[in-house]
């Protein structure tokens, strides 16, 4: 595996979450409750709010492990599964890089 170029993918994915990331924060703003949209608009506003907030957990905690990759990449451990010490397949690895588990143990 070349580790430079997952360096470059781990980057670029790290680019465009934090991007992701900071459009979802706008949009998870608090429903006021002064604003005249009534009562069942007001509910879907509250219910897609939820939805938008879930959402920005999972990317952020997608960030923090690409974040970790990208740290741990040099470190002679990457690529091996935290759980079963087996090496992790490359392309979950490509698809994955925030993974620190093998399909199995994941």
């Given at each position: 595996m070349d580790k430079k170029t997952l360096e470059s993918q781990i980057k670029d994915r790290i680019a465009?979450?934090?991007i992701e990331v900071?459009?979802?924060k706008?949009?998870?703003n608090?429903?006021?409750p002064d604003n005249a949209i009534g009562r069942v608009s007001r509910m879907d506003a509250i219910n897609n709010k939820s939805i938008v907030e879930a959402s920005l957990r999972?990317?952020?905690n997608k960030l923090k492990g690409l974040e970790y990759a990208l740290q741990n990449l040099s470190n002679p451990e990457f690529g091996y599964c935290a759980k079963c010490k087996q090496p992790i397949p490359e392309g979950r690895i490509?698809?994955?890089p925030e993974s620190r588990f093998?399909?199995?143990c994941s």
């Open positions: 465009k979450i934090q900071q459009e979802l706008e949009m998870a608090p429903v006021a999972n990317l952020e490509l698809l994955m093998c399909v199995k």
